[in-house]
């Protein structure tokens, strides 16, 4: 590394070129060589050879089963996991089955459902996203699984993104952290880690089609770190991205599949796709794609023509299954030294569930210390809202997992709070609607559970009446796979997302209490009678049907029946939650349906009102400063509802940070304005911030956020003291005291923020995290705390000379409780 004063690349923006070594576009930070591939101009990679054992596998092996490594195929003994690569049972190879996810293996058999990713993150606990990755990975082995399609690191960029919930956070060095000690964990266990999305896939909106644009800076400092992280981890396989990355579909893209991740990283594990992200045959192959998922319409077939014809060299294949099975012999799975599987743990997923929930549990606002609940306040409780009975466990999509069981907070709560406590429940916001009252529709017909038999078409053709004019939102219930159609006065009110289907239809608003698929539509109804038509299909195993209803009406005596209880109580815990999956964005920052309206009602009616947000990422909150307290606990996981009870009754210090600054409004985020920055313009988005991502962004742009990223409440307080700031090979080592100055034992996330450094004269941030430590103190005890900041850490990338450069000089150091909080400032010189 070197100090250095440069032009920023405009390379990337201009879509880069791709086709040529990635040294000659300046992704190469090592030597060529070092890293064990090469490049050459034509972009035909030179592999070393692997062991004799995978030599002698690969001289063997026919064609035909070479390309077997190179894609994925039907199951014949399926579990339910997303992947299969059959193995070759001639010679001793045994498949690969891959199952997502992030949040527990995703199977049709019942799993740890743990919480989410980014409540994960929240702990800023390295340790536990290890422990994490150890439960995840025992059980992968358990369900029969070899590969994990976790973790994923992408950043969180956009406040809007439909998986912000199965990623980590906004801030590299944290993602980097987590993601690092999360491979180890899986992969201790035997089972191979994949990290996914690569590269840039930080958004759901046209994430097939969306061609991001980046520069070189922004890529290392940003996205990239996180990947790199993993692979120094030695995660077993990448999962490349849906999106294109400069103009150029992630999943042929030779800068980043090779140049980035061979050549500068040395990665030496295998590429797979997203699923049915391949786009090409020779392109990809040559660009450093390993295996097409989940099937082979580019590596199957065509591409053993492309061998025949000469248009691709058999070397290419060799490679690609040398990085296969290199792997496989790694984990053990080609000499039977592969640990035998383990039965599975639910116990001890369930502890590792409950403390994770617990750890990262955000406490965001607490009035007069409304919270824990002590008293007359943890004697008379309303709850309320539709997710404080149901279990709200995990969001949609490929992170979805079966739990072993679930409950919700209320019956949670109910336990907690003991016997001699008053513990009301009111709905408040109706999900699932209520049954059509009689004659609304005529003909009269079964809505509460009309059975279509299997292979018949059931169809009504009729009228629904509506008594007064009003707002309907129009609910069907069904089972199987094929969605009913439903015309009222003419137009479809449940058409299919074009090109999903009803696989990413949502996580758990969409689906029923017995499991019945849940679709709602609104419309306005004018006084009088409006045709209705209906065709429900019993296809293979028959059709459950319901048409239920909500209305101003029942909507109206649903917040009224809130308020009532909510008046008759000490203090309400109020569930609000936002249901967010795999394959959309959500469009606004706001609550969804009308709980809004609710908390406004709720509060007004008793203001120790606590809010118990299980949303996917940041809200919009008009209602604050109403509310007594606000506890942010995103998807929890199987044991979501004893870790939000037990932090609400004050059993464990609320141990949460935010990863990702939350917005004052849909307005005043680092997105906002700009369609070319999200969600893209014909096609294009470019991530014209830079490396102002989340609250560098807020920092760079004088913008208060409505809460900074770290911050997260104790019931207890602390209090930092004496900084030292010393220089340490090339890098600063931070000392100071934390001292816990409350009643309670407590948690807190000491945060250290470096300013910029005076020699460089790239684009640097105001403040960027450099380090944190997570402790737990009694009251009254101190601990002097140490974080090294490496010199990696205080580096940036210069695109001159495409590698990190120490950003030398005297730098400013903060320790904080947040971005917005600092409480000690000083200076260090990092010298080389
Ligand atoms: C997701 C991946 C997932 C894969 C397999 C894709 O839709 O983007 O994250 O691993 O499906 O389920």
Redesign the pocket.
């Given at each position: 590394m070197s100090d250095t004063v440069s032009r920023r690349s405009a390379l990337w923006l201009l879509g880069g070129a791709v086709t040529v070594a990635a040294a000659a576009t300046g992704w190469s930070a090592r030597p060529a060589g070092a890293t064990g591939t090469r490049a050459t101009a034509t972009g035909t990679a030179v592999a070393p050879a692997a062991s004799p054992r995978v030599e002698s596998l690969i001289r063997r092996l026919t064609l035909d089963e070479k390309l077997t490594f190179l894609h994925g195929a039907d199951d014949p003994h399926s579990l339910g996991q997303?992947?299969y690569v059959p193995g070759v049972p001639r010679l001793g190879i045994p498949p690969l089955r891959l199952a997502?996810?992030?949040a527990g293996v995703?199977v049709t058999k019942h799993a740890t459902a743990l919480p989410a990713p980014v409540l994960l993150a929240s702990a800023f606990d390295p340790a536990l996203a290890r422990e994490y990755g150890e439960v995840i990975g025992r059980e992968g082995r358990a369900l029969g699984q070899d590969v994990l399609?976790?973790p994923?690191v992408n950043l969180i960029r956009t406040p809007y993104a439909g998986?912000n919930f199965?990623t980590f956070s906004e801030d590299p060095l944290l993602s980097a952290d987590l993601v690092a000690e999360e491979v180890s964990g899986i992969q201790a266990q035997g089972l191979i880690a994949?990290v996914?999305?690569f590269a840039l896939?930080n958004q759901e909106k046209d994430?097939m089609s969306i061609d991001v644009r980046a520069d070189e800076q922004t890529r290392h400092e940003a996205e990239l770190r996180g990947f790199e992280a993993a692979v120094a981890a030695r995660a077993g396989a990448v999962?490349g991205a849906?999106n294109k990355v400069g103009g150029v579909f992630a999943c042929e893209n030779a800068d980043l599949l090779t140049g980035v991740l061979r050549e500068a990283w040395g990665f030496d594990g295998w590429v797979m796709t997203?699923?049915?992200a391949a786009h090409s045959t020779v392109a990809s192959l040559r660009a450093g794609l390993d295996m097409e998922?989940?099937n082979g319409t580019y590596f199957g077939a065509a591409l053993k023509e492309a061998v025949g014809d000469g248009s691709v060299p058999q070397a290419l294949v060799d490679r690609s299954v040398r990085r296969v099975l290199t792997v496989m012999e790694r984990f053990g799975l080609l000499d039977g030294s592969a640990p035998a599987r383990p039965d599975r743990d639910p116990a001890a997923g369930a502890r590792t569930a409950l403390k994770v929930a617990k750890a990262g549990a955000t406490l965001l606002r607490n009035e007069r210390r409304a919270l824990p609940l002590t008293g007359a306040a943890a004697r008379s409780i309303a709850v309320i809202g539709p997710t404080g009975s149901l279990p709200f466990v995990s969001g949609g999509?490929?992170?979805h997992v079966v739990p072993d069981h679930a409950a919700g907070p209320l019956d949670a709560i109910r336990e907690r709070a003991g016997k001699g406590a008053r513990v009301r429940y009111a709905l408040g916001e109706d999900l699932f609607g209520r049954a059509l009252p009689a004659g609304a529709v005529s003909p009269g017909a079964d809505f509460e559970g009309q059975r279509v038999a299997a292979g018949a078409t059931w169809t009504y053709d009729g009228t629904l009446t509506a008594a007064e004019a009003d707002e309907w939102t129009l609910v069907i219930h069904y089972s199987g796979r094929e969605r009913p159609v439903v015309l009222l006065d003419g137009t479809e009110l449940f058409p299919l997302a074009p090109g999903y289907g009803e696989y990413?239809a949502g996580g758990l608003v969409s689906a029923a209490p017995d499991g019945l698929a849940v679709r709602r539509a609104t419309v306005r109804l004018a006084t009088g009678p409006h045709t209705l038509k209906i065709t429900a299909k019993g296809g293979a195993d028959g059709q459950v049907f319901r048409l239920r209803r909500i209305t101003g009406a029942t909507r109206a005596a649903d917040v009224a029946e809130a308020v009532r209880v909510a008046r008759a109580a000490e203090s309400v815990v109020l569930f609000a939650y936002e249901d967010a999956t795999?394959?959309a964005d959500r469009t606004t920052l706001a609550l969804p349906g009308h709980q809004n309206a609710l908390i406004d009602a709720v509060t007004a009616a008793n203001s120790r009102t606590a809010v118990v947000l299980n949303t996917s990422s940041s809200t919009t909150m008009p209602w604050l400063e109403r509310t007594a307290a606000v506890l942010q606990m995103y998807y929890p996981g199987q044991e979501g509802a004893a870790a939000t009870a037990a932090v609400l009754f004050g059993d464990c210090d609320p141990g949460g940070r935010l990863t990702q600054s939350f917005p004052v409004s849909d307005e005043r985020h680092p997105m906002a304005g700009d369609p070319r920055r999200y969600p893209g313009v014909d096609g294009v988005e470019e991530y014209s911030e830079g490396i102002h991502l989340g609250y560098r962004w807020y920092d760079q742009e004088s913008v208060a956020p409505l809460f900074p990223f770290g911050h997260g409440l104790s019931y207890t307080s602390f209090g930092y003291d004496d900084l030292s700031v010393r220089a340490e090979h090339g890098g600063l080592s931070v000392s100071f005291t934390v001292r816990n100055t409350g009643r309670r034992t407590g948690t807190t996330v000491a945060q250290v923020y470096v300013g910029r450094s005076p020699h460089l004269r790239l684009d640097q941030a105001e403040r960027a995290l450099a380090g944190y430590r997570r402790l737990e103190l009694p009251p009254g005890g101190a601990r002097r705390v140490t974080v090294t900041l490496p010199a990696r850490t205080l580096s940036s990338w210069d695109p001159a000379r495409h590698d990190w450069v120490l950003g030398t000089g005297r730098r400013r150091v903060e320790v904080g409780a947040s971005a917005r909080d600092i409480r000690l400032t000083g200076h260090g010189e990092v010298r080389r």
């Amino acid at each position: 590394m070197s100090d250095t004063v440069s032009r920023r690349s405009a390379l990337w923006l201009l879509g880069g070129a791709v086709t040529v070594a990635a040294a000659a576009t300046g992704w190469s930070a090592r030597p060529a060589g070092a890293t064990g591939t090469r490049a050459t101009a034509t972009g035909t990679a030179v592999a070393p050879a692997a062991s004799p054992r995978v030599e002698s596998l690969i001289r063997r092996l026919t064609l035909d089963e070479k390309l077997t490594f190179l894609h994925g195929a039907d199951d014949p003994h399926s579990l339910g996991q997303a992947g299969y690569v059959p193995g070759v049972p001639r010679l001793g190879i045994p498949p690969l089955r891959l199952a997502d996810g992030p949040a527990g293996v995703r199977v049709t058999k019942h799993a740890t459902a743990l919480p989410a990713p980014v409540l994960l993150a929240s702990a800023f606990d390295p340790a536990l996203a290890r422990e994490y990755g150890e439960v995840i990975g025992r059980e992968g082995r358990a369900l029969g699984q070899d590969v994990l399609l976790s973790p994923m690191v992408n950043l969180i960029r956009t406040p809007y993104a439909g998986r912000n919930f199965e990623t980590f956070s906004e801030d590299p060095l944290l993602s980097a952290d987590l993601v690092a000690e999360e491979v180890s964990g899986i992969q201790a266990q035997g089972l191979i880690a994949t990290v996914k999305h690569f590269a840039l896939n930080n958004q759901e909106k046209d994430r097939m089609s969306i061609d991001v644009r980046a520069d070189e800076q922004t890529r290392h400092e940003a996205e990239l770190r996180g990947f790199e992280a993993a692979v120094a981890a030695r995660a077993g396989a990448v999962m490349g991205a849906y999106n294109k990355v400069g103009g150029v579909f992630a999943c042929e893209n030779a800068d980043l599949l090779t140049g980035v991740l061979r050549e500068a990283w040395g990665f030496d594990g295998w590429v797979m796709t997203d699923w049915f992200a391949a786009h090409s045959t020779v392109a990809s192959l040559r660009a450093g794609l390993d295996m097409e998922m989940p099937n082979g319409t580019y590596f199957g077939a065509a591409l053993k023509e492309a061998v025949g014809d000469g248009s691709v060299p058999q070397a290419l294949v060799d490679r690609s299954v040398r990085r296969v099975l290199t792997v496989m012999e790694r984990f053990g799975l080609l000499d039977g030294s592969a640990p035998a599987r383990p039965d599975r743990d639910p116990a001890a997923g369930a502890r590792t569930a409950l403390k994770v929930a617990k750890a990262g549990a955000t406490l965001l606002r607490n009035e007069r210390r409304a919270l824990p609940l002590t008293g007359a306040a943890a004697r008379s409780i309303a709850v309320i809202g539709p997710t404080g009975s149901l279990p709200f466990v995990s969001g949609g999509g490929s992170a979805h997992v079966v739990p072993d069981h679930a409950a919700g907070p209320l019956d949670a709560i109910r336990e907690r709070a003991g016997k001699g406590a008053r513990v009301r429940y009111a709905l408040g916001e109706d999900l699932f609607g209520r049954a059509l009252p009689a004659g609304a529709v005529s003909p009269g017909a079964d809505f509460e559970g009309q059975r279509v038999a299997a292979g018949a078409t059931w169809t009504y053709d009729g009228t629904l009446t509506a008594a007064e004019a009003d707002e309907w939102t129009l609910v069907i219930h069904y089972s199987g796979r094929e969605r009913p159609v439903v015309l009222l006065d003419g137009t479809e009110l449940f058409p299919l997302a074009p090109g999903y289907g009803e696989y990413f239809a949502g996580g758990l608003v969409s689906a029923a209490p017995d499991g019945l698929a849940v679709r709602r539509a609104t419309v306005r109804l004018a006084t009088g009678p409006h045709t209705l038509k209906i065709t429900a299909k019993g296809g293979a195993d028959g059709q459950v049907f319901r048409l239920r209803r909500i209305t101003g009406a029942t909507r109206a005596a649903d917040v009224a029946e809130a308020v009532r209880v909510a008046r008759a109580a000490e203090s309400v815990v109020l569930f609000a939650y936002e249901d967010a999956t795999e394959g959309a964005d959500r469009t606004t920052l706001a609550l969804p349906g009308h709980q809004n309206a609710l908390i406004d009602a709720v509060t007004a009616a008793n203001s120790r009102t606590a809010v118990v947000l299980n949303t996917s990422s940041s809200t919009t909150m008009p209602w604050l400063e109403r509310t007594a307290a606000v506890l942010q606990m995103y998807y929890p996981g199987q044991e979501g509802a004893a870790a939000t009870a037990a932090v609400l009754f004050g059993d464990c210090d609320p141990g949460g940070r935010l990863t990702q600054s939350f917005p004052v409004s849909d307005e005043r985020h680092p997105m906002a304005g700009d369609p070319r920055r999200y969600p893209g313009v014909d096609g294009v988005e470019e991530y014209s911030e830079g490396i102002h991502l989340g609250y560098r962004w807020y920092d760079q742009e004088s913008v208060a956020p409505l809460f900074p990223f770290g911050h997260g409440l104790s019931y207890t307080s602390f209090g930092y003291d004496d900084l030292s700031v010393r220089a340490e090979h090339g890098g600063l080592s931070v000392s100071f005291t934390v001292r816990n100055t409350g009643r309670r034992t407590g948690t807190t996330v000491a945060q250290v923020y470096v300013g910029r450094s005076p020699h460089l004269r790239l684009d640097q941030a105001e403040r960027a995290l450099a380090g944190y430590r997570r402790l737990e103190l009694p009251p009254g005890g101190a601990r002097r705390v140490t974080v090294t900041l490496p010199a990696r850490t205080l580096s940036s990338w210069d695109p001159a000379r495409h590698d990190w450069v120490l950003g030398t000089g005297r730098r400013r150091v903060e320790v904080g409780a947040s971005a917005r909080d600092i409480r000690l400032t000083g200076h260090g010189e990092v010298r080389r």
